[in-house]
């Protein structure tokens, strides 16, 4: 088969890359120019861009460019302003995912004759006898990535592998070792590729021309002021620091935001025992292949690496098994199927709608 590899330059998508070629397959690698500006974070580099073309000339297989900048600013980039603008806190890793990647990457990649599209996500792919596509987390747990790429549907996955999905960390940089891969000790990128170190999310938005607001910080039970944020833009639920507010003597009478109103420019904060709900609010709700039923018991994960929890999916909404810690409104909310929570059932966006403020 014709096989796309994106190789972001990273340890993960050169061993990717190298296990497609040794399955036989006719392997080209491309990098995705996202980025336009300046960066000195994430990937996507034109260092990355480098690495992997030289990983590519070490395996002996074609190396591409494709340039996706002007989607990348409006799909992902300019999404990641409105968020911050109606007080949600995005992701943009995953829209990138959504829309760049496993979108407009993969659609290109049909369009040039490729029957799959490699990547080296900790994720593993799996047909049934039925012909479905099912998507489970990846071997490694401490390094699973189910969780970012939770969106896809039987469409993408019919056309997506995973060729390190069944190894550890570990065992990857071993693999890219022997094979003498410049990128076998290479660090994973953590940071968001257009948010610089030291602009940060104010400096950005602002060289954006985004104008940033002050908030007042209020009790929400006696509307008295508490203290004002400089940009209430970049607050998220649950955040404790930054908040003008005193610090308590007392650490169990810590405040934490619990709603952010950008109409009328109000934090609303709250105690340790109000940061727990046993609802949340969904939307945006995409499944890897058959949709639940209503009261299905499914296993959540709010973060790429939080701890799940349990549930009943309820349509809008998922009643919680047990209190749980406020989700951020714009953060995926990862399903998992409750016999088998190593299987994907679909994914959804956490809602700005209170459904349950108090336990």
Not at 322 to 333: E, L
Request: with cysteine; hydrophobic share 40%; aromatic share 6%.
């Amino acid at each position: 088969m014709r096989v796309l590899v994106a190789m972001s330059g990273g340890v993960d998508s050169s061993v990717a890359a190298a296990l497609a070629l040794e399955a036989g397959h006719d392997v080209t690698g491309v990098t995705m120019k996202l980025w336009g500006g300046r960066s000195d974070t994430g990937c996507c580099s034109v260092g990355d861009i480098e690495d992997a073309r030289r990983v590519a000339s070490q395996l002996g297989i074609v190396h591409r460019v494709f340039n996706f900048t002007s989607e990348f600013e409006q799909r992902v980039v300019d999404t990641y302003i409105g968020a911050h603008l109606g007080g949600e806190t995005p992701n943009p890793c995953i829209e990138c995912n959504r829309h760049i990647k496993f979108d407009r990457l993969l659609q290109r990649a049909v369009r040039l004759g490729f029957d799959l599209l490699a990547t080296g996500h900790h994720a593993r792919v799996v047909q049934d006898d039925g012909g479905h596509f099912g998507l489970w987390r990846g071997r490694d747990a401490s390094k699973d990535q189910s969780y970012v790429v939770s969106m896809l549907g039987q469409k993408e996955l019919s056309k997506v592998i995973f060729p390190v999905g069944e190894m550890t960390k570990d065992e990857v940089r071993r693999k890219a070792s022997s094979l003498g891969l410049r990128t076998a000790g290479k660090p994973d990128s953590q940071d968001v590729c257009f948010i610089g170190k030291a602009q940060g999310r104010a400096g950005f938005l602002k060289g954006r021309n985004v104008s940033l607001h002050p908030g007042k910080v209020v009790d929400p039970s006696t509307g008295a002021l508490l203290g004002e944020v400089p940009a209430i833009e970049l607050v998220t639920v649950g955040q404790r620091r930054g908040l003008g507010i005193p610090a308590p003597s007392e650490p169990f009478k810590r405040l934490y935001v619990t709603e952010v109103d950008m109409g009328a420019r109000t934090v609303k904060v709250g105690g340790s025992e109000d940061q727990y709900v046993k609802q949340l609010a969904i939307g945006r709700i995409s499944w890897v292949d058959r949709p639940l039923e209503v009261g299905s018991p499914v296993v959540l994960q709010c973060s790429a690496h939080g701890t799940a929890g349990q549930g009943w999916f309820q349509g809008g909404h998922i009643e919680l098994q047990w209190a749980t810690r406020r989700v951020a409104p714009g953060q995926t909310v990862a399903m998992y199927d409750a016999t088998d929570p190593e299987r994907v059932v679909g994914s959804a966006i956490a809602s700005s709608q209170v459904l349950s403020p108090r336990i």
